[in-house]
Each structure stands twice: as C-alpha cells, then as structure tokens.
C-alpha cells in the first residue's frame, strides 16, 4: 500500500521552543569559535612586537569589537549554564541505590569555574 | 438539556482515494473526565466508523496511541480533552514516521532498530538451570531501572529533529534499551552492542536537543541514556587504548 511521507519544514527548528534554544545553543559556538580566532590573532600579533601589539589592541578597542565581545561573553554564558544544567543526566554518580542529586553534580561543576574565573581576574588586576 | 461537545481536526490519509492527506472536522461529545482517546473512539463508535487508528489498553501501558496532538506527540489515552476544551484539538499521526492510513504510521523503521540493538540478555556462556537464576542486589536494579520503563510508544522519535532529518540515526528508545541492558549486571553484551551504538548513525548522531526526554510519558529519559552510553563509550575506548591488556 501507498504510504505518505512528511517532509520536514526548513523552519522545523521555530516550531518548538526546546528546538529553537537548541539552534540559539548551537550557533553560540560561532561566537566562540570567532572569539578564539581573534584571540590567536592576538597572540601572533604579540609574537610580532609590542608595536604591533598595541595596533591590535586599538582595532580591539573599537566599538564594533567591543559589542561582539560582549555578545560572545552572552554566548559563553549562555553555552556554559545550560552546559552544566544538562550534565547531572550525563554523569550518574552512585552509592549504591544512593543517586547523588541533580543539584549537587551541577553546583561541582560551578565552583572549579568561578573559582579558575576569580583566578583569572585576580592575575588582571593585579598586573 | 444538549450536550457538550468538542472539534477533533483528524488529519485523515487514505491512500486507495487521496494523494495526499487532509483534515477532517468531526464533533465529539465532550466529557470532563474524557481523554482524546476517548473522543476518538466515540468517534469510530458513533460518527465515522471509517477513521483508523491504532490503541490497546487505555492505559498508559502499551504505547499504542502515540499521537500528535496539537504538534505534540502524547499518548492520546494520557491526554484530557479538558485541558483543551472549549478550543478545537488537532490531532495528527505521529511525527517522523510514514503514514499508512489515517492516524496509523509505518513502525516498520522503530521496529528494525530496537532489534539491532539486541535488547534482551545477552551472555556468553548460559549457566545451567540447576545452578539457579542470575541474582541481583536492589543496587544493581536501580542501575537500569529508569531506562527500563520504556513502552516503545515512539513519542521520543516523533519529538527527535535528528531522527526527522537523518531517518538512519538509531533513535532515542532504541539506544535507551540498549544502554538499560548495558547496565544490566546479567548481560554481557555491552562490547557487542557497542557495535551499533557506538557509530555514526548510532550516539553520536545525538546532538542532545533533548526533547525525547521531555515527551517521554513515563520519564525515561532517553537523551540521558544517549549521553552515558557516549561517556561509558568513550571511556571503554580509552581503557582499551591504555590498557590493553584487561580485557571486558
């Protein structure tokens, strides 16, 4: 017997809501990855001297630059919150019948991060 | 005084009459304590006894009645009509599977990948009967116990984009099932299934949008089930890579 196939709408991704922050979820790792390139620049640029060092430094200083980092720090953000808010279903800690709760295998992944991100900003602003 | 009523928007394929398929209204008696099954049958019962769909126990049990209702895929015998009433509810076949008729679909495909998979027990020696059934501590139970549950109702391929746009991928119940027998302490199959699981067209096709999990009707939780099996996976590749010498 004849059966039907649906095709499936080029928009199906603006059909649920779950699919659409899916895609928002996806496509943060294009603000990432840009980030990163611009970040490797930087380091090429100072392998070059501090000459053309502080050129790159000005040209990251401009506004348009200054709005994408921004929105690439939203991204990471975003990326890295539900990253973690979806890690106690992949990782299954045990005792026995004892499952470790949700909230606990999250909040571990919380503090090595605000702890390295504390690091960081400490390393800044103290130079 | 008349009674209540309620439009279900059928969509309706029968493919000895129609290229393509269509909507039909039907109005159903409406009751508080109806679900859309029961709509549906008293539709088949009362108004169109030409409407086909397929459902068992009523229950929550089967998985039979796997519709989409409202762009939803739900069991339509967990579904109440109240929750919608007075709005007209549109009820569709389920998702990502070929329509053979009405609100019946082609499981042909769900079928063809929950075997690949093997899921039962798998040993490689069987020990004899007389040495008694394989034992196992509530510890050991609770391992799997979650995945267990599942009752092939298809709804996580239905809410699956990856499933609707690369029909191959083995798909959320199937690879929950082969995950539940993988932590079974009985089975010794997990390097075997390991096979189909761990390819392309297996978790790693899994992107984790996660909606399997959410449609789910008795929380199984299929994309956590995709998500352990890509960590035990990968972890067991490790082990074999530095340690080659212990064997599985």
Sequence with gaps: M???????????WL??????????RELTAVFIAVYLILFLILLYQLSLGRQAYETYLGFLATPGMIVFHVVALVAALYHTVTWFGLLPNIIVVRFGEYRVPSKLIAGANYVPWIAVSALIVLILTRG | MSKATIVLEVL??????????????????????????????????????????????????CGSCGMMI??????????????????????????????????????DDFMEKLTSVKPWILREHEKPISEGEYRQTPAELARYKQFSMCINCMLCYSACPVYALDPQFTGPAAIALA??????????????????????????????????????????DPAGAIQQAKLSTTTDWFRDVLMPWKGR
């Excluded at chain 1, 059909?15 to 928002?24: D, E, G, S």
């Excluded at chain 2, 409202?70 to 919608?84: H, I, M, V």
């Excluded at chain 2, 539940?180 to 899994?206: K, M």
């Design chain 1, 2 to 12: 004849r059966r039907f196939e649906r095709p499936v709408p080029t928009l199906w």
């Design chain 2, 12 to 61: 309706r394929y029968r493919p000895e009459q129609e290229q393509e398929p269509t909507f039909q209204i039907y109005e159903s008696e409406y009751r508080e304590d109806w679900v859309v099954l029961d709509a549906i049958n008293h539709i088949k019962d009362h108004i169109d006894g030409t409407l086909s769909y397929r459902w068992s126990c009523r229950m929550g049990v």
């Design chain 1, 15 to 24: 059909k649920r809501r779950a699919y659409f922050l899916f895609i928002l």
């Design chain 2, 70 to 107: 409202n762009g939803e895929p739900k069991l339509s015998c967990a579904t109440f009509l109240r929750d919608y009433y007075p709005d007209p509810i549109r009820v569709e076949p389920l998702a990502n599977f070929p329509i053979e008729r009405d609100l019946v679909i082609v499981m």
């Design chain 2, 179 to 220: 995950h539940r027998y993988n932590l079974d302490s009985r089975d010794q199959g997990r390097s075997w299934r390991e096979q189909v699981l761990s390819t392309e067209e297996g978790i790693w096709a899994c992107t984790y949008v996660g909606t399997c999990t959410v449609v789910c009707p008795v929380d199984v």
